[in-house]
């Protein structure tokens, strides 16, 4: 391949991963979904061109993002964004399918980790367990005013469900962040996959599947640890850190339940000739239908012990 088109090739990368960045701060409201498909650039680039080429696209955004908007946001995209998309580059290049999701998420936690204690180096605030006292009083000025000039309004009332609802969103901070990662490396990996097939070359990036999809038995233990650590924290009050593991297990654990509880729905529903637009749909539902999702959490536990798909298979003439 000539020069000229790796020198383009590095350029259009460079300028969308610039664009995205860019676009981070300047559309607060978008950014946790911009913020998800940032790495993919980079990550194209590097998986093209090897890391070398990746890196220093990443030096050059974020040289660009220092002129721009001075050192602290050039710094955070370095930390978080520019790292993971040289690391799922690589990843990719060595690495297929699940086992690449996987590396990916545990290298993207990494380097936001990282990004997390330079922001606590740099302000002081613990982005990852902030102390809920602070948020709730910080919360609470700035409503203070709104809620005095509103007529009928009990402010004890709005004062409680702030606290109530400040607790909880804390609580599950690192629940949060792992299922963000998640998403941004899986778009990340996809889009990029899309990308160079479309350029010529392969669709790196594949996964089962989604009637094949199986987490490992290991995940029971997480939830047994999950529920011994609530009642602890039950037991003992002021344990904020049993109750925050808990609460964190027992999201994740119920996310990963309800997923293989998904696929195996739709591998009996494709088993038996259901419509693609129904399965679709359920799949959408759930995770903003509570019933649906508790329900695919009992059949994803039930499937992790018994392994309903294996059974029916074994029963088929």
């Known amino acids: ?32 979904i911009i913020l998800m498909i940032c790495p993919f650039p980079q990550a194209l680039l590097t998986y093209r061109r090897g890391a070398r ?13 220092w002129a721009a908007f001075l050192a602290v946001p050039s710094i955070i995209y370095i930390l978080s ?13 060595r690495l297929h399918g699940a086992d690449a999701l996987l590396v990916g998420i545990i290298c993207s936690l990494c380097c936001k980790l990282a990004a997390m204690y330079f922001l606590y180096g740099v302000t002081g ?9 602070d948020v709730e009083q910080t919360l609470l000025a700035l409503f203070e005013s709104g809620m005095a000039s509103l007529p009928g309004v009990d402010a004890s009332a709005i004062r409680d469900d702030i606290s109530g609802s400040v607790r909880r969103v804390l609580l599950l901070v690192p ?26 070359g ?19 233990g997480a939830l047994v640890v999950g529920l011994v650590c609530g009642y602890a924290s039950r037991v003992s009050p002021g ?6 593991v808990s609460a964190n297990l027992g999201s994740l654990t119920q ?49 992790m012990g018994f392994d309903l798909r294996k059974r029916a298979r074994r029963r088929q003439p």
């Open 81 to 93: 964004i520019g790292s993971v998309a040289i690391l799922l580059g690589a990843a990719a290049r």
């Open 239 to 244: 344990a904020y850190f049993l109750a925050q």
């Open 202 to 220: 392969e669709a790196f990036f594949k996964l089962p599947p989604f009637g094949e999809w199986s987490f490992p038995r290991n995940i029971l």
């Open 125 to 133: 605030f613990n982005l990852l367990s902030p102390d809920p006292a």
């Open 53 to 65: 080429a990746g890196a220093l696209s990443v030096l050059c955004v974020s040289c660009a993002l």
């Open 1 to 32: 391949m000539s020069s000229d088109t790796v020198r383009r090739e590095w350029v259009m990368c460079s300028a969308a991963g610039l664009a995205l960045s860019v676009a981070c701060l300047a559309l607060p409201a978008l950014s946790p």
């Open 255 to 303: 996310v990963l339940f309800a997923i293989q509880g998904l696929a195996v729905a739709c591998c009996f529903m494709e088993a038996r000739g259901f419509p693609k637009a129904l399965r679709i749909a359920i799949i959408l539902l759930t995770p903003i239908t509570q019933y649906l999702g508790s329900l695919f959490s009992i059949v994803g536990i039930i499937d």
């Open 175 to 200: 629940f949060n962040m792992i299922l963000f990662v998640s998403v941004e490396v899986l778009l990340s990996y996809a889009l990029s996959s899309k990308v160079n097939a479309s350029r010529g």
